[in-house]
T-cell receptor, first 110, second 114 residues
Framework: AQSVTQLDSQVPVFEEAPVELRCNYSSSVSVYLFWYVQYPNQGLQLLLKYLSGSTLVKGINGFEAEFNKSQTSFHLRKPSVHISDTAEYFC????????FGAGTRLTVKP | DAGVTQSPTHLIKTRGQQVTLRCSPKSGHDTVSWYQQALGQGPQFIFQYYEEEERQRGNFPDRFSGHQFPNYSSELNVNALLLGDSALYLCASAWGGAGANVLTFGAGSRLTVL
């Protein structure tokens, strides 16, 4: 079985500060990893994905994530956030079906 | 190019009623998955349709059923509604069946059960 744990339910940060949203997964086999963003009253938008290859994955809007197999983590980072990054962020793991974490609400303050 | 479209966007039902939600996949996509997102939680996988058949199913009761049409559009049906069925129902489409990794999500249908 596979599951996803997002370690922080809420992350407040000031504009232009760096941010890290943490995600750990558990799976006995190789999986594919994803980060999605959800803005209010909208569906989920794919930020980035790790399928294979380089463990550092770059996505849209300046986000990146690093796959760490030994620590079973896939943390999302951005060096400088903007007000417009305020949203709910979901980590997901896929082997057969897609399993999502509970989400991290990122709030960027001016 | 239209993405994934879902209808209706909002609806209110009472306990015991039945509801049908609809989804049109992104152009070029042949696989449709449905997710339930309760307030403050992540999406939970309900089932996936490919080639007009249910291919995978999450941990949801038989009250949840679906259908995929020859044009790849899909319906989600929920019978005997419970208060706990209140949620945002998301449809996601992809190309390639069970092996598809890149999902495109619709904006969802928000169901309220009174």
């Amino acid at each position: 079985a596979q599951s996803v744990t997002q370690l922080d339910s809420q992350v407040p940060v000031f504009e232009e500060a760096p941010v890290e949203l943490r995600c750990n997964y558990s799976s006995s086999v190789s999986v594919y990893l994803f980060w999605y963003v959800q803005y209010p009253n909208q569906g989920l938008q794919l930020l980035l994905k790790y399928l294979s290859g380089s463990t550092l994955v770059k996505g849209i809007n300046g986000f990146e994530a690093e796959f760490n197999k030994s620590q079973t983590s896939f943390h999302l980072r951005k060096p400088s956030v903007h007000i417009s990054d305020t949203a709910e962020y979901f980590c997901a793991v896929r082997r057969s079906d897609m399993r999502f974490g509970a989400g991290t609400r990122l709030t960027v303050k001016p | 190019d239209a993405g994934v479209t879902q209808s209706p966007t909002h609806l209110i039902k009472t306990r015991g009623q039945q509801v049908t939600l609809r989804c049109s996949p992104k152009s070029g996509h042949d696989t449709v998955s449905w997710y339930q997102q309760a307030l403050g939680q992540g999406p939970q996988f309900i089932f996936q349709y490919y080639e007009e058949e249910e291919r995978q199913r999450g941990n949801f009761p038989d009250r949840f059923s679906g259908h995929q049409f020859p044009n790849y559009s899909s319906e989600l049906n929920v019978n005997a509604l419970l208060l706990g069925d209140s949620a945002l129902y998301l449809c996601a489409s992809a190309w390639g069946g069970a092996g598809a990794n890149v999902l495109t999500f619709g904006a969802g249908s928000r169901l309220t059960v009174l």
